[in-house]
């Protein structure tokens, strides 16, 4: 894509100052996977990985983890997507092979509130469930600190790791048999 190439181009110290911030009227973008298939964003402004993915392209985020999970993806029946965040790798998996069962499990409402968004703007046939998963039956605490005025994702966690006084929205856990 032309945008990534001109970036590329660019001196480091450019790189890096340009890639820091968000796109100017941008509300949509787009990204090219090796097969020649496109991921569509949003709501640009919800995530910090976004402006990577903006600006370098699908090699701006994890670029070998997500070199190998679209090899990977293209040979699998069925694939979890625990934590998925906004989605990235369950929609890479659904773009490298669409015959696949792709399940994205995200406990977190405003996350999940995202994924859901971008499934339907990228016309995917993943599966979601808005739940946290773990390797245990039963219910536990799932604490969430308030982050209504950061610009760091919300994200859950089963420990009480965060700081005393801060606001926390339990959430129920249970086990889910998934057959694919």
């Given at each position: ?11 480091s ?13 941008v ?9 020649g ?105 799932f604490?969430m ?22 606001v ?13």
């Amino acid at each position: 894509m032309m945008r990534h190439r001109l970036f590329n181009s660019l001196p480091s110290r450019i790189q890096a100052h340009i890639s820091s911030i968000f796109p100017p009227f941008v509300s949509k973008f787009s990204v090219s996977l090796p097969n020649g298939k496109e991921i569509i964003f949003s709501d640009i402004e919800k995530s910090q990985i976004f402006k990577s993915l903006y600006w370098r392209g699908i090699q701006g985020y994890e670029k070998n983890t997500v070199k190998l999970f679209y090899v990977l993806s293209e040979t699998s029946d069925c694939i979890f997507d625990i934590g998925a965040y906004f989605g990235l790798f369950s929609l890479i998996a659904e773009k490298a092979n669409p015959d696949a069962k792709v399940i994205a499990f995200e406990p977190v409402p405003e996350s999940f509130a995202l994924l859901s968004k971008l499934i339907s703007v990228n016309g995917a046939s993943i599966k979601t469930e808005n739940v946290a998963l773990s390797n245990e039956t039963g219910v536990t605490k799932f604490y969430m600190p308030d982050r209504s005025h950061s610009k760091i994702p919300n994200i859950g966690s089963l420990k009480n790791r965060f700081v005393p006084g801060e606001v926390f929205s339990d959430r129920g856990c249970f086990e889910i048999d998934v057959t694919c």
